[in-house]
């Protein structure tokens, strides 16, 4: 809206301001989410994200002014001040959430279980590039087939030994499975596409059975 001089009127300057701001808002929702599903890019697509939360957020600042100046009504100054707040706020939030995001940087974690078979667990929001299990009783390793971009951990679910899960190929399998696994000590190593080391545990085989994992 206008006023009678033609010039955009104090409430419109205000309104555009709180729709940028909750644009910035959605922006880093969205971002934040994206860094808690894919681990290995949350610094670099989060850091844009809040990047561009925070370049709204400015630009809603300086439309909650402009709308204070244009309305010098102490109730016009009011909402522009208290928007303007909120604006710094999520300025100052995506600034946290980054910083404690890029801190927070630690390796998968991998975990082993048993049921109906040999399962190998990874920490989910990690892309596994390749799997292998080494031990006692022999070899066994998978790899993506698309290594620049394997599939999540947590849409594989879990990766039980034997078996090739969408998105891998098996590479060696000296490891007898047709029945119970060999007693013995054993290790795990996976493979994730970014700048972490390899995910690594350790189980034993006593009797057939699963007897203790660790890292």
């Not at 499975?177 to 013995?184: Q, S």
Request: net charge neutral; aromatic share 10%.
């Amino acid at each position: 809206m206008t006023n009678n001089d033609g010039k955009v009127s104090a409430a419109t300057l205000i309104g555009i301001g709180l729709a940028t701001l909750a644009f910035a808002g959605v922006v880093l929702y969205a971002g934040y989410r994206f860094a808690l599903r894919d681990v290995c890019a949350q610094n670099d697509r989060y850091s844009i994200a809040a990047l561009a939360a925070i370049i709204a957020s400015v630009i809603s600042i300086i439309f909650f002014i402009w709308g204070a100046v244009r309305g010098r009504a102490w109730r016009t100054t009011l909402a522009a001040v208290a928007s303007s707040l909120a604006s710094l706020g999520l300025i100052a939030f995506a600034a946290f959430l980054f910083l404690a995001l890029s801190m927070s940087e630690s390796g998968a974690e991998v975990s082993v279980s048993e049921d109906n078979g040999l399962h190998i667990s990874v920490a989910e929001g990690f892309r596994v590039r390749s799997l292998r299990v080494e031990g006692t009783g022999g070899r066994w390793s998978i790899k993506a087939i698309d290594e620049m971009r394997p599939p999540l951990s947590q849409n594989v679910a879990r990766y039980t030994l034997g078996q090739t899960p969408a998105g891998y190929d098996e590479q060696e399998s000296t490891i007898k499975l047709d029945g119970a696994l060999p007693d013995g000590e054993y290790r795990v190593e996976a493979i994730i596409t970014c700048p972490y080391g390899p995910a690594r545990a350790s189980f034993t085989i006593k009797q057939g059975k699963l007897h203790s994992s660790g890292f």
